[in-house]
C-alpha cells in the first residue's frame, strides 16, 4: 500500500508558465513533508520542505503548500525554466529528525523553451 | 569529502554472483539511509541505520539482501546470488540527527544480466 502517492507520472509545461506537481498521502502521522529533484544519473537533492503546522512555504520560485485535511500538498514552480525539467519525488515523514522519509513515485516535468 | 559518495557508480554482474555497494556518508552524521529505485519507479526504502545498528529493517526485500555499518561511518550493502530483478539504482543517503532532509549521493546502478 502507497503511503505517498504522486498520481501524474509526468507533466509538461512551456517556460515562463506556471509548472503545479501534485502529491497525496494516506498516512495521518506524518508531519513533515519534502521536494526533492532529480536529474538523470545523479542523487535526488532537496528543494522544499513543509512542516504540518504551516499551510504555506515559499523559496524563490518554488512554493509547497499543504491542505492537511485533505491530505494533499503541491509543488508550484513559478515562472518555470528549461532546467528544471527533471523528476521530483515528494517524500513525508513522522517528525523530521533524520526520520525515515517515504517516497512517492516521482513526476517527470519538462519545461519547453 | 563534502557529500555521500557511492561506490561504484556502475557494476554489471552475472545472475547468481554477489555484490557489494559501498556509501561513504557526509562526516557527522548519524542516520544512513538505503534506497533503491527500479526502472519507471519511485524510491524504495531498504533500510536505515543510527550509528552502527539499523533499527529498522523493514525494506530489505529478501534475505539475500544484507548491509553493515562499522564505525559509524561507511557502510555496505550486499546482494548475494544476484537475480535480475535486483537490477536498479541504489541510492544511499544521510542525515543530521536535526535536518532538514537527506542528502542523496549519486548512486551505484546495478545491471544483473
Known amino acids: 500500500d502507497q503511503q505517498v502517492k504522486q498520481n501524474s507520472p509526468s507533466l509538461s509545461v512551456q517556460e515562463g508558465r506556471i509548472s503545479i506537481l501534485n502529491c497525496d498521502y494516506t498516512n495521518s502521522m506524518f508531519d513533515y513533508f519534502l521536494w526533492y529533484k532529480k536529474y538523470p544519473a545523479e542523487g535526488p537533492t532537496f528543494l522544499i520542505s513543509?512542516?504540518?503546522?504551516?499551510d504555506k512555504n515559499e523559496d524563490g520560485r518554488f512554493t509547497v503548500f499543504l491542505n492537511k485535511s485533505a491530505k494533499h500538498l503541491s509543488l508550484h514552480i513559478v515562472p518555470s525554466q528549461p532546467g528544471d525539467s527533471a523528476v521530483y519525488f515528494c517524500a513525508a515523514s513522522v517528525g523530521n529528525a533524520g526520520n525515515m522519509l517515504t517516497f512517492g513515485g516521482g513526476t517527470r516535468l519538462m519545461v519547453k523553451p | 569529502g563534502a557529500g555521500v559518495s557511492q561506490s561504484p557508480s556502475n557494476k554489471v554482474t552475472e545472475k547468481g554472483k554477489d555484490v557489494e555497494l559501498r556509501c561513504d556518508p557526509i562526516s557527522g552524521h548519524t542516520a544512513l539511509y538505503w534506497y533503491r529505485q527500479s526502472l519507471g519507479q519511485g524510491l524504495e526504502f531498504l533500510i536505515y541505520?543510527?550509528?552502527?545498528?539499523?533499527?529498522?529493517k523493514s525494506g530489505l526485500p529478501s534475505d539475500r539482501f544484507s548491509a553493515e555499518r562499522t564505525g559509524g561511518s561507511v557502510s555496505t550493502l550486499t546482494i548475494q546470488r544476484t537475480q535480475q530483478e535486483d537490477s536498479a539504482v541504489y541510492l544511499c543517503?544521510?542525515?543530521?540527527?536535526?535536518?532538514?532532509?537527506?542528502?542523496f549521493g549519486s548512486g551505484t546502478r546495478l545491471t544483473v544480466v
Open positions: 543517503a544521510s542525515s543530521l540527527v536535526e535536518g532538514d532532509g537527506y542528502t
Open positions: 513543509i512542516s504540518s503546522i504551516k
Open positions: 541505520f543510527q550509528g552502527n545498528s539499523a533499527p529498522d
